[in-house]
């Protein structure tokens, strides 16, 4: 059974940086894409980020390019989302999510494409 544990997240001042860990365990991490999602209050969850099982591709909504990077450490099965220059509106309720098909190579913005989630850490950005 797969199993994401996240930590990381947190209370920050407009500006700052937080990052973000997922822990993965249950069957071989290299294999499957990530990803992060987030939820604000009263609204939908949305795509944040991806990496391809590779680690070669990553993929970003567009308010955070620039900001935020994902990245994976298949020796540690965990993967990574450094957060910098965080904005108010970035406060949400963050989740890992790993594919549910080995090595795919396309839908990765798409929530329907993760079969696992986390539990979720929060990320509350003050003005």
């Known amino acids: 059974q797969v199993q994401l544990v996240e930590s990381g997240g947190g209370l920050v001042q407009t500006g700052g940086s937080l990052r973000l860990s997922c822990a993965a365990s249950?069957?071989?991490?290299?294999?499957?894409?990530m990803g992060w999602f987030r939820q604000a209050p009263g609204k939908e969850r949305e795509f944040v980020t991806a990496?391809?099982?590779?680690?070669?591709?990553?993929y970003y909504r567009d308010s955070v390019k620039g900001r935020f990077a994902i990245s994976r450490d298949n020796a540690k099965n965990t993967v990574y989302l450094q957060m910098n220059s965080l904005k108010p509106e970035d406060t949400a309720v963050y989740y890992c999510?790993?594919?549910?098909?080995?090595?795919?190579?396309?839908?990765?913005?798409?929530?329907?494409?993760?079969?696992?989630w986390g539990q979720g850490t929060q990320v509350t950005v003050s003005s």
């Open positions: 249950g069957r071989t991490f290299s294999d499957y894409a």
């Open positions: 990496i391809s099982w590779t680690g070669g591709r990553t």
């Open positions: 999510a790993a594919d549910s098909i080995r090595r795919r190579t396309v839908n990765h913005e798409e929530a329907g494409s993760y079969g696992y």
